[in-house]
């Protein structure tokens, strides 16, 4: 029996969000649209079994063609990304970062990372999450300057304090990130140079920003933001450190992997194989440049002036006098999806942000390129000009209903 029958409400919930996702226009930069086969593999009969353990050392029968699909998912992973191991297994970005401290860190180490407060991730140190509350954790700011990483600061901090671990990466950042310089510091400290490029991907593999892989003793990422695959993580390492890193992952923070998830990573992998992908993530920075220029003309701040990669942050609270959290609202109720963000220096608390974060990568798989952006950076201008205009937001809502039916991607395939 399908699910309609068999469990209405959630089906009918499902419903309802496809159509969310067809008809809005889907800014948040750590999002995006998953294709149709990756959907098949992720929503098959591999969610039925357990996995414990690595290809040919499991602790269940029956694993010969989880062995298949997990090989071919190691395999693509080393391939793409030229690195000489691969997990596939972590649950997500969060678990594969955990697993990285746990396969180096005692209790207690100091580590180095990127400020939340200025675009670095709750896993790099944050005091509410395990990295802050395990670990000795110090963090490195951008600059007030130009609101860019400053290397030299790194630099002093890392010398300063001597960190066991340095991670490179964000979450909320629009410049390129030097890998190579971080690892330099990373030697002079004596410390463990982490990269997480969770956000930034799509974008290292199809050779549009640098790669950690060369530099980095760790390499972790998400697989569903600009690498468009399912949602999980993904850890990348030099070879002597394999057996460390397979085993902090399971049995160390994790059990059963989501074979399911990892068929469907393997999918991802392939596809990001291709000279679509690429052409893709070319269209995602094309697009992320326009859309923040346009904005810039319409009077709009962008921290540090722009945008290198797939998103950009406006400093709404300057240049408008609107908080990131009203124009979240306002946005949402135009169909817009963003989400307020913390500037660097921010005067207001994560609630609610003097910024908003958006990006590209989900408005480029619907094939939307420069001329569309114009009208979305109109769309949003017209929704943050009457902040309070719920009337118009409505009516906004209605022209971002009429430009996404002219870019159809779930309508294609399921009936909204
Ligand atoms: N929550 C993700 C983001 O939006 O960037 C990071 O994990």
Redesign the pocket.
């Known amino acids: 029996m399908k699910l309609a029958e068999k469990d209405s409400e959630i089906y009918r919930l499902i419903r309802k969000e496809t159509e969310r996702e067809e008809y809005s226009l889907i800014l948040?930069?750590?999002?995006n649209y998953v294709d149709e086969e990756i959907l098949e593999a992720q929503g098959c009969v591999l969610t039925n079994k357990y996995a414990e353990g690595y290809p040919a050392k499991r602790y269940y029968s029956g694993c010969t063609f989880y062995d298949e699909i997990e090989d071919i998912a190691i395999e693509r992973a080393k391939a793409l990304f030229k690195a000489e191991h691969a997990n596939v297994q972590p649950h997500s970005?969060?678990s594969a970062n955990m697993a990285v401290f746990y396969a180096v860190l005692n209790i207690g180490d100091t580590i180095l990372g990127m400020d939340i407060a200025h675009g670095g991730?709750?896993t790099h140190g944050a005091k509410v999450s395990f990295s802050g509350k395990f670990y000795r954790a110090l963090g490195y700011t951008v600059s007030s300057k130009d609101e860019m990483l400053d290397y030299d600061e790194i630099r002093r901090i890392a010398l300063r304090e001597k960190p066991k671990m340095i991670i490179a990466g964000a979450?909320?950042y629009s410049r390129i990130i030097d890998f190579k310089k971080f690892r330099e510091i990373a030697d002079e400290a004596g410390a463990y140079l982490m990269a997480d490029i969770?956000?930034i991907a799509g974008l290292v593999v199809a050779g549009l920003h640098q790669s950690p892989v060369e530099y980095a003793d760790f390499v972790t990422t998400?697989t569903h933001?600009t690498l468009r695959g399912p949602r999980g993580g993904l850890i990348l390492c030099k070879k002597q450190f394999a057996r460390k890193i397979d085993s902090a992952v399971f049995p160390g923070i994790q059990g059963g992997p989501l074979m399911h998830v990892i068929a469907a990573k393997a999918v991802a992998l392939k596809n990001a194989m291709s000279e679509e992908f690429k052409e893709y993530q070319v269209q995602i920075i094309r697009n992320a440049k326009h859309l923040s220029n346009c904005m810039g003309k319409r009077g709009y701040r962008m921290v540090s002036g722009g945008t290198d990669n797939h998103l950009f942050l406006v400093d709404l609270l300057s240049s408008k006098g609107i908080t990131g959290m009203e124009a979240q609202e306002a946005l949402e109720r135009s169909g817009i999806m963003v989400?307020k963000n913390l500037i660097p220096f921010d005067t207001k608390g994560p609630n609610v942000a003097s910024g908003i974060?958006i990006g590209t990568p989900a408005i480029t798989t619907r094939g939307m390129k420069e001329n569309e952006m114009e009208l979305i950076c109109d769309l949003i201008d017209r929704a943050l000009k009457e902040i309070d205009n719920e009337s118009l937001h409505l009516e906004i809502k209605e022209e971002v209903k009429a430009l996404c039916k002219k870019f159809p991607f779930y309508s294609r395939i399921y009936q909204i």
């Open positions: 948040i930069a750590s999002e970005g969060s991730h709750l979450s909320a969770a956000h998400t933001k989400n974060r």
